[in-house]
């Protein structure tokens, strides 16, 4: 709760561009703030607020590295599938036993996860730099082939954690608090720190803009395009990595429908969150806000009892337009 | 997988050079199904090569060829490549059965034997199979709400329904119908699309939005599992039980292990298609008459009958 409404404040001290279009997307998040607060008593309760950014933090976390990718020029569509994968091969290590004792073998699972993670991401940046293939082909394949990787692993079925004793040892690290602030939100506003950071405080973060902005400039500018693009993609692989260490202890288990269509759902909140998907501009916070408001937009339809269970998905599309249309109007005074 | 249908033809190869002086008949059955990509999937493609390898050791002289298919268009293709190697019968769980008429028609006017699993095109009758094997919707909803009326009967529900398809319709009516005439009431009914993480969601707003609930019912054990974790987060006491279905292992375990959570789970079983199987291998071994419709149970799995009902090697 105190975190969702410290948001605007925060943002203008991150972007450079203090603008409309970068408070757009507080907006749009109060106005439906206040939407949730007629629609049912219950949608402001801070138990009801946390729950939700708490399920915002896989998309939220794999949305910071959407933005990377798509600021610089490109897409990603395979993350949901590479979540999928990552996350099994994690549990499929810590049920091989081969360490014995659960901290060490979490500790280590949590490694081999975040390594994984940052190699399926190299591969799709090598493949769309090195190998010149579209971004939006290049990751379409790695999808299917992340996919179908994960499907193969579990047979269909589902990779489950069957050890106990690591389980116990892993489980706060979603269900869990920090001074009554649930863990993976903490990881939310720590990963979305540093994201904006590099992104507007440093030269990387820069040519990455620039890449995005105008590729002839970056490039007679002296700025390695594929260098620059490349790392991106791998900074989105290590997000897909930590959505995945808050995934895989809330229930244990993968299998081979997990993460579907998040990609959908990690494009629509950096674009929500008013990045261009054109690319050259980036925003870190608002693609915060975004992934927040997603998230909101399904709660307030199920808590409220006017909307019929048919009739969800079309609300659902109908209120990220009104408030994509609410961001524009106000870009333009 | 290839490896084990490899494995399964060149066994079957074997047994037909090594019993060839033995007086069994000479029989081949193809048996086609989607591929494994969810859970009950992947339970039907286990029990097509359990039951595959079973009938083999007993009917030396049958071949079963079991292949899977991930959409509609390419188990079209399986089709045609199965009819090339002269089969006597097929059994074909159908991924979606309308597309797949044309390829069936073909196959069952060649004079073979046609058994069809589960799904059902808009025609079906004698003129495109001899034997129809399927699960009973109706009845999967008709056995949980009976099951809630007898158990609760006056308890608050909050149902998580599948996806906006005809089937999920048939097991809501068939709920409607098992607690009609009772005080229980259905406080609200949203789509979790037998996904465990959109049921987790969907059960998180549940809870914010009833302060009081008894019993959940959400039809697809798949789902229970993350009813059961939204629920044991929230760290709520006042849901008395939650009603699945399918029958997966882990949710018919618990029911054995008598888990006061989930005490009984009602039955869709993926093994349905062993039943096509064992029944079309009885049409050529036993002389037994088969063709016809075969609705299975919804049978109610309790703490008493779950052990039979268990398949620990299954992935679902």
């Known amino acids: 709760m105190a975190n969702v409404v410290s948001e605007p404040a925060k943002a203008p001290k991150t972007s450079k561009d203090w603008d409309m279009a970068a408070i757009a997307p507080f907006i749009a998040l109060a106005l439906l703030l206040v939407l949730g607060y007629f629609a049912n008593p219950n949608f402001m309760t801070s138990a009801n607020l946390l729950n939700v950014v708490t399920r915002s933090s896989f998309i939220a976390v794999i949305a910071l590295g959407a933005t990377y990718v798509i600021t610089s020029g490109g897409l990603d569509l395979s993350v949901g599938a590479m979540l999928a994968f990552v996350a099994s091969l994690m549990i499929l290590f810590l049920n091989s036993g081969t360490i014995a004792d659960p901290a060490l073998a979490l500790t280590a699972g949590m490694a081999l996860a975040i390594a994984i993670g940052a190699a399926c991401g190299l591969a799709n940046g090598l493949i769309t730099t090195i190998g010149r293939i579209e971004p939006f082909i290049a990751t379409l394949g790695t999808m299917g082939i992340y996919r179908g990787l994960t499907t193969w692993l579990s047979q269909g079925g589902a990779i489950t954690v069957r050890d106990r004793d690591i389980m116990a040892l892993y489980r706060p690290v979603y269900s869990g608090s920090f001074v009554g602030v649930p863990i993976p939100i903490i990881v939310i506003f720590v990963t979305a720190a540093i994201a904006a950071f590099v992104l507007y405080r440093t030269r990387y973060g820069r040519h990455v803009t620039a890449v995005g902005s105008n590729e002839d400039v970056a490039r007679y500018s002296g700025i390695s395009i594929n260098r620059v693009r490349t790392v991106t993609y791998v900074i989105q692989g290590l997000c897909v990595a930590v959505a995945v260490l808050l995934y895989v202890p809330r229930l244990g288990s993968t299998s081979a429908t997990t993460g579907s269509f998040w990609e959908l759902q990690a494009i629509t909140a950096v674009v929500v969150g008013g990045t261009a998907l054109r690319g050259g501009v980036g925003r870190i916070w608002g693609t915060i806000c975004g992934a927040f408001i997603l998230e909101i937009v399904g709660n307030i339809m199920l808590l409220s009892n006017f909307v019929s269970e048919y009739l969800i998905g079309a609300i659902q599309g109908a209120i990220i337009i009104i408030a994509m249309l609410v961001q524009r109007s106000l870009m333009r005074k | ?316």
């Not at chain 2, 996904?195 to 809870?207: C, G, N, T, Y």
């Not at chain 2, 006061?260 to 349905?272: F, Q, S, T």
């Open chain 2, 1 to 316: 997988m290839r490896r084990q249908i490899l494995g399964l033809a060149v066994a079957s190869l074997a047994l037909l050079a090594g019993t060839a002086f033995a007086q069994d008949k000479k029989v081949t059955i193809g048996v086609s199904i989607p591929a494994a990509d969810h859970g009950w999937t992947a339970g039907v493609v286990f029990h097509a090569e359990r039951v595959a390898k079973l009938l083999m050791k007993e009917h030396p002289g049958l071949n079963v060829i079991v292949k899977t298919s991930p959409d509609a268009a390419s188990q079209a293709n399986a089709v045609q490549d199965l009819a090339v190697q002269g089969l006597d019968a097929l059994v074909i769980l159908p991924s979606d059965p309308d597309p797949l008429v044309n390829a069936i028609q073909q196959v069952k006017d060649k004079g073979t034997f046609v058994a069809l699993v589960d799904r059902a095109p808009s025609v079906n009758d004698s003129t495109i199979r001899d034997l129809y094997v399927a699960g009973n919707n109706p009845a999967l909803g008709q056995v949980a709400g009976e099951y809630i009326k007898k158990t609760t009967p006056d308890a608050q529900v909050v149902v998580i329904r599948g996806l906006p398809i005809p089937i999920d319709q048939q097991r809501q009516d068939g709920f409607d119908k098992g607690i009609a005439g009772s005080k229980v009431k259905i406080l609200d009914r949203q789509f979790g699309n037998w996904s465990r993480d959109d049921a987790f969601k969907v059960m998180q707003d549940f809870l914010t939005k009833y302060p009081k609930i008894d019993v959940v019912w959400c039809q697809d054990d798949d789902m229970a599992v993350g009813v059961l974790e939204a629920i044991s987060q929230a760290k709520r006491t006042d849901i008395k039980y939650v009603v699945g279905g399918a029958g997966s292992k882990d949710m018919v375990k618990k029911v054995m292990d008598g888990d006061k959570m989930i005490p009984v789970d009602v039955l869709y079983p993926p093994a349905m298609v062993a039943t096509a199987m064992e029944l079309t291998a009885g049409n050529f071994y036993d002389k037994v008459p088969v063709s016809g419709t075969y609705i299975l149970d919804a049978t109610l799995v309790t703490k008493e009958n779950a052990k039979n009902f268990y398949f620990p090697d299954s992935p679902f």
